[in-house]
């Protein structure tokens, strides 16, 4: 059942770990966390004492700060009461707030709070200071609180208040970890009656991200010290009634730290999957006697059961996928700009259009995960249409499941296409980037002369022939006119741009509009699609860019591009220009607020027009560049694809599209140099056009330069073990020394 859920991913949190105060107003009879101020004469940390172990944490690598700390303990001592006068709090919860605001703050770590049995109030008071917040709920069993039980003297333990307090979480939407402690005398009856509770209760409010199955440890100067802990068949037993009772979707940890190195495959094979957080800081502050396992050790652990670690959140995948749902306003964009399409860390720093070489680790063997995933591979090799689940699983691949996907991609590659690479020598000519479409990825576009976001502009019939002869001149086989919808345009401002550059340039190859342009040239005459494409076709258009498409899912574009076409509209488009033979290309702008499931709807469309009529002549993956567009400053997108994404999204194409579409394009503007390389090794046979005056990426933050001369391209090419040829926008071959490209870099990379 975990295999079903969560393939051969295995999670933890790098954390460090906070005790807040460890006076307790309960005396559990197994802790040695709770103390008393004779014993501990510091009743609280500082806040400067908190913010010493956040950067450290921080300098670490960490992300989550775990606070843990005693229920109300000014309800009992005095010396704690004293305390908080002193810091001018009524209450340590009071406290809790302000010193988890400032490590958010001051080191970006995210709050993860156990802040004991709290309700309805104290969870909106602190929701805006925490990622996610966390109770054991231990046991189900009132029997334990009774007179010489565990629990006896300790009323926060009772079930039913620690259960009211778990609903009180979910009424507030609070991404919530909880669990049991086996062998505290709880029989295996009972264990199952609280796993029960925590189905219900997350069945009610889908708030549960992590269960915990927790082994009891007997601690030296308690009174449980002498009390047999539960044996590691005990603990394998409870870890699989988790899973069977919980589901496969629900993430199911057991501290690592607790068990034998050697006895963490079988946890795992039980149905754990999550080893919880994990400090290179801090200790175990709850079982000091057991310091944490070395991360080095951990992977290697996790590796020889098949399975791949992987670090995440304080909040889990499953819910930082949903920030607006589960998070307050305030953590949204901290969370959202750090997550790739699981809901997982980017771990490096790389990302679409800046300066960092990409890179994706390739490791050799094989997960748990292999066989099914060599059997889709199969299927697709076989030219299958893949299920969205099935592409689902290829884009979640791991570890060295990703060096087989990207293997096979590339053999699939060479068979189809051979080992050339392929570029076309074009120039892009942005005509105006006045926009009245409000697209949120955008950087480029501009609505009005008066714009803040730059200098908005037209460019003249004149100016526009001036570019062709120079592209011309410099050996351009191709043009490449995109612009913005200006508000005075309609469709005979594109046909007068096409006889414009067909008038200086017979036997330019002209590809041009977007979809989203010939629906407003066809729109603004009041004549249909097809009347509209047959005059284009007419005034010199040779091919379309498969642009406009972002993602063909209306849910993720009435987000990006809400006054967009739709996807039925963008289809239609392409289908009628193929229908009257305008061959076009096929993009997808991905890696913002999408998943893997409308990665593969979005693949199945293109495939599935493909095969109704064979008009697309390559794909085209772009990742999205963040920097400078509006819907990720605004905090509503995440920073783009990370590398093994990006890589990944080359691979399946190639897969998901075979035979029917034989040209992957890779993008240097995008991916640079190194990127490009990873590219052509993982299914890609394409690296697009010279460009010439690439503008939009550049606009959005990218800084890969604005065009690219061949001599790069072969030399990029080389790189990667293939030999580079020109080619023209239809993918025949050019003769270079014909051509006689003359133009120079202007960028470096």
């Known amino acids: 059942m975990t295999i079903e859920a969560h393939g051969p991913l295995v999670t933890y949190s790098r954390k460090i770990f906070v005790p807040l105060t460890q006076l307790c107003r309960n005396v559990c009879h197994y802790c040695t966390f709770a103390t008393t101020p004779r014993r501990n004469a510091k009743s609280f940390l500082t806040r400067e004492e ?49 010193i988890a605001g400032e490590v958010l703050a001051e080191t970006g770590l995210l709050p993860h709070l156990n802040a004991g049995l709290i309700g309805d109030a104290d969870y ?53 970890t909880t669990g049991l402690l086996i062998g505290i005398g709880e029989t295996r009856l009972e264990r199952i009656e609280a796993l029960i509770a925590i189905r219900d209760l997350h069945a009610r409010y889908g708030h549960i991200q992590e269960v915990i199955v927790q082994n009891f440890r007997a601690k030296s100067g308690t009174r449980m010290a002498q009390h047999p802990e539960p044996s590691l068949a005990e603990h394998l037993w409870t870890i699989a009634m988790a899973r069977l009772v919980l589901g496969p979707e629900m993430t199911i940890q057991a ?56 670090e995440r959140l304080a909040i889990g995948p499953r819910h930082a996928v949903e920030p607006d749902r589960w998070l307050d306003p305030s953590l949204r964009s901290v969370v959202r700009r750090t997550i790739d399409g699981r809901g997982l860390p980017v771990t490096d720093v790389w990302h679409p259009g800046n300066a960092v070489p ?20 199969a299927a697709a090799r076989a030219g299958e249409r893949l299920t969205v689940p099935a592409i689902v699983r290829l884009f979640e691949a791991e570890g060295a499941d990703v060096s087989l996907i990207a293997g096979a991609a590339d053999e699939l590659r060479r068979s189809v296409v051979g080992d050339d690479v392929t570029f076309v020598v074009n120039r892009n000519i942005n005509y105006t980037n006045i926009c009245v479409y409000k697209c949120g990825f955008c950087g480029f576009s501009k609505g009005s002369t008066r714009s803040q976001r730059g ?40 046909i007068d741009v096409l006889r414009a550059v067909r008038g200086v340039a017979p036997d330019i190859h002209i590809h041009a509009f977007s979809p989203l ?15 509209f494409l047959n005059r284009a076709k007419q005034a010199g258009l040779s091919t379309l860019p498969g642009t406009a498409a972002e993602i063909l899912d209306d849910d993720v574009r009435a987000i990006v591009c809400p006054d967009k076409l739709s996807v039925a509209e963008w289809l239609e488009v392409m289908r009628t220009a193929h229908c009257i033979g305008l061959r076009s290309t096929a993009t997808i702008m991905f890696g913002h607020v999408d998943s893997y499931a409308h990665w593969a709807r979005h693949l199945l469309a293109i495939r599935d027009l493909q095969q109704e009529t064979g008009g697309f002549t390559e794909f085209v993956p772009l990742p999205f560049v963040h920097m400078n567009t509006p ?3 605004k905090g509503l997108a995440r920073s783009g694809p990370s590398a093994r994404e990006t890589l990944l ?73 293939r030999i580079a040829h020109q080619r023209t926008t239809s993918y025949g071959r050019v003769n270079r020394g014909a051509a006689s490209p003359t133009f120079a870099m202007h960028s470096s990379r």
């Not at 231990?138 to 629990?151: I, K, N, Q, V």
């Not at 990409?358 to 591979?377: E, Y």
């Not at 590219?679 to 939009?696: K, P, W, Y």
Request: charged share 20%.
């Open 50 to 98: 908190v913010l010493a172990i956040a950067r450290a944490g921080q300098a670490a690598g960490c992300r989550e700060a775990l606070f843990t700390l005693g229920d109300r303990p000014e309800d009992r001592y005095a010396a704690a009461r004293a305390a908080l006068d002193a810091l001018g709090h009524l209450s340590t919860l009071s406290y809790l707030r302000e």
């Open 124 to 176: 909106a008071a602190l929701r805006p200071v925490s990622a996610s917040m966390g109770l054991m709920l231990e046991t189900a069993s009132d029997r334990l609180s009774h007179p010489g039980g565990p629990h006896f003297g300790s009323p926060d333990k009772e079930p039913a208040r620690r259960m009211e307090a778990i609903a009180a979480a979910g009424r507030a939407a609070v991404p919530f």
């Open 255 to 310: 501290p690592p730290n607790l068990r034998a190195p050697d006895e963490l495959a079988a946890i795992l094979r039980a149905g754990v999957n999550d080893w919880g957080g994990v400090s290179p800081v801090t200790p175990d502050h709850v079982n000091p006697e057991a310091p944490w396992p070395n991360l080095e050790t951990l992977d290697r652990a996790t590796l020889a059961a098949g399975r791949v670690l992987r």
């Open 358 to 377: 990409m890179a994706v680790p390739l490791p050799s063997g094989r997960t748990i995960a292999t066989k099914l995933l060599k059997d889709i591979v």
């Open 455 to 494: 200098t908005a502009y037209r460019l003249d019939l004149d100016e526009v022939a001036r570019r062709v002869t120079e592209a011309v001149e410099k050996g351009a086989t191709e043009i490449c006119l995109q612009g913005g919808i200006h508000p005075s345009y309609d469709g005979n401002t594109y």
């Open 517 to 531: 342009e010939i629906s407003h040239g066809a729109r603004t005459l009041g004549i249909p699609l097809e009347d």
């Open 631 to 633: 819907i990720w400053q």
């Open 649 to 721: 999204m080359h691979a399946v194409a190639r897969l998901v599209l075979h035979p029917l579409i034989p040209n992957i394009q890779v993008s240097w503007v995008k991916l640079g140099r190194e990127g490009v390389i990873a590219g052509l090794q993982a299914g890609a046979n394409d690296m697009g056009g010279t460009l010439m005056n690439e503008s939009i990426t550049r606009a959005a933050g990218g800084v890969n330069g604005q065009e690219c001369d061949p001599t790069w391209m072969t030399e990029v090419a080389l790189l990667a073990g």
